[in-house]
C-alpha cells in the first residue's frame, strides 16, 4: 500500500491537450490497403484540438433502429493539430464494427467520433529516455503513431521496435518501417514471425522470449520507458518479463487488445 | 457481440468517462480493496462492453470499477477502490 500523493507507482506521462467533449461527425477522406485485411482510414474533422502519440478516438456506430454501438481506435498518424485522423482498423470477420469500417465505409461518408481520449498510453517527442516499443499483431498501431511523432521531433531519443506478427504477410506498415530505419536516426526494428517465414526471413521465428527481450530491448540500466501493445495474453507475458529484467513498472505501459475478458 | 479486436484495459474508458469527468481517468492511480495494489486506471483489465465496463485488478482480479452507460446516465460504482489518486495537470497544480 502506497501513501496518498507520495504513490511510487505514477507513472511519467505527458500532458494530454483537454478533449474535445461530445461526438462531431468525421469524413472518411482516404482509404489505404496496409495488409490483408487491414486498412488505414483517413477522417477529416470539423475541429480538433491535437492529440498526443497512443491516444485513442471513439467512433460510434447508429443503427436505423437506434441500436449504437461504440468501439475505441488507436490514432495512427503522428502526434499534432491537423484536424486530421488516420486510423488503422483489422478485419474481424465476425466483428460487429471493423467489417462495417472496412468494407462498407465509403470516402465521403460520415460517421460519429469523439477524441481525442487516454492520458496514460502516451508518448510526447519532449521525453529524452530511450524509446522500447513492442508490439504484437495490430498492437503496432499506436506504437506506429510513436514512431511517426519521433521522425518529425527535432530531437530523437534511441528508439527500438520489437515487432512479432504471425506471418511477413500480415507485419502491418512493415515498408514504412524499413524507410523509418534507413534513415539511420537512432531507430532499429527487430521483426519476429510465429507461424511460419519465408525462406530467405532473417529475423526471429518465435515468440517473444526472455532471451529476444534481453538482445533486443534497452537494459534496464539506461532507464528506457517501454510501451507494449497487442492482445492481452501477449502483453501480460512481455511486462512480466521486463519487470523480471529489471525495468520498475512505471516505465512499463500496456495496452491491450484482444475480446474483452478473456485471455488470447 | 464483443468480438472486434480493440482496447481490452481501461483506455477503453477514457471515452465515456470523459463526458462527466474534468481530467482523463485513465492517469488516475486505482488502489484496489482486495490486494492493496496500486495501478493506472488505464492498465486494468476490462470486461463487458461500453454499456456496462467492469474494470479487474491485474494482479488479484479483483472489480475494482463499474461503469454503466445507458438511457443518457452514466453510473459508477467503486466499491472495489480503497483510493483513487489523481495526477494534476500543470496548469491546476
Redesign the interface.
Known amino acids: ?2 501513501i ?2 507520495a ?1 511510487s ?3 511519467a ?1 505527458p ?2 491537450p483537454a ?1 474535445l ?2 461526438w462531431q461527425l468525421a469524413t472518411l477522406t482516404a482509404i489505404r490497403d496496409e495488409a490483408p485485411s487491414v486498412k488505414t482510414l483517413a477522417f477529416s474533422l470539423p475541429q480538433w484540438a491535437g492529440h498526443l502519440a497512443g491516444q ?3 467512433l460510434r456506430l447508429t443503427t436505423d433502429d437506434g441500436y449504437q ?6 490514432i495512427a498518424s503522428p502526434s499534432g493539430h491537423i484536424p486530421l485522423v488516420e486510423i488503422t482498423v ?1 478485419r ?1 470477420a ?5 467489417p462495417f469500417l472496412t468494407e462498407q465505409l465509403s470516402l465521403g461518408d460520415t460517421i460519429e467520433l ?2 481525442p ?5 502516451t508518448w510526447s517527442a519532449d521525453n529524452p529516455a530511450p524509446l522500447m516499443l513492442i508490439a504484437g ?2 498492437g503496432i498501431v499506436p506504437l506506429m503513431s510513436m514512431l511517426r511523432t519521433r521522425a518529425r521531433a527535432a530531437n530523437r531519443p534511441p528508439a527500438r521496435l520489437l515487432y512479432s506478427s504471425r506471418n511477413f504477410e500480415e507485419i502491418v506498415f512493415r515498408s514504412e518501417l524499413d524507410g523509418l530505419v534507413v534513415t539511420q536516426d537512432g531507430l532499429s526494428v527487430a521483426h519476429t514471425l510465429t507461424r511460419g517465414a519465408p525462406a530467405n526471413w532473417n529475423g526471429e521465428t518465435r515468440r517473444v522470449d526472455p532471451e529476444m527481450l534481453a538482445k533486443y530491448a534497452f537494459p534496464a540500466t539506461q532507464a528506457p520507458h517501454n510501451f507494449i501493445c497487442g ?2 495474453a501477449f502483453v ?1 507475458t512481455v511486462a512480466d518479463r521486463l519487470v523480471a529484467l529489471g525495468h520498475p513498472e512505471t516505465v512499463i ?10 485471455r488470447a | 457481440m464483443i468480438t472486434d479486436a480493440r482496447t481490452a484495459d481501461g483506455n477503453a474508458v477514457a471515452g465515456p468517462l470523459s463526458q462527466i469527468f474534468a481530467f482523463d481517468v485513465t492517469r488516475m492511480i486505482v488502489t484496489c480493496s482486495a490486494c492493496g495494489s496500486e495501478s493506472p486506471l488505464g492498465a486494468l483489465r476490462l470486461y463487458g462492453d461500453t454499456m456496462g465496463m467492469v474494470l479487474r485488478c491485474v494482479r488479484c482480479g479483483e472489480v475494482n470499477l463499474r461503469a454503466l452507460q445507458f438511457n443518457g446516465i452514466i453510473s459508477l460504482d467503486a466499491r472495489g477502490a480503497t483510493r483513487m489518486t489523481f495526477p494534476l495537470p500543470a496548469n491546476l497544480r
Not at chain 1, 454501438?69 to 488507436?74: D, G, I, L, V
Not at chain 1, 465476425?94 to 471493423?98: A, F, L, N, R, T
Not at chain 1, 481520449?117 to 498510453?121: C, E, H, L, Q
Request: aromatic share 8%; net charge negative; proline share 10%.
Open positions: 500500500m502506497g496518498p500523493g504513490s507507482v505514477i507513472p506521462m500532458e494530454a478533449p467533449r461530445g485513442h478516438i471513439d454501438a461504440e468501439r475505441s481506435y488507436s483489422e474481424i465476425d466483428g460487429e464494427v471493423s469523439r477524441g481520449v487516454g492520458g496514460y498510453f499483431g495490430s492482445p492481452t501480460e505501459k500496456t495496452e491491450r487488445f484482444g475480446p474483452t475478458g478473456e
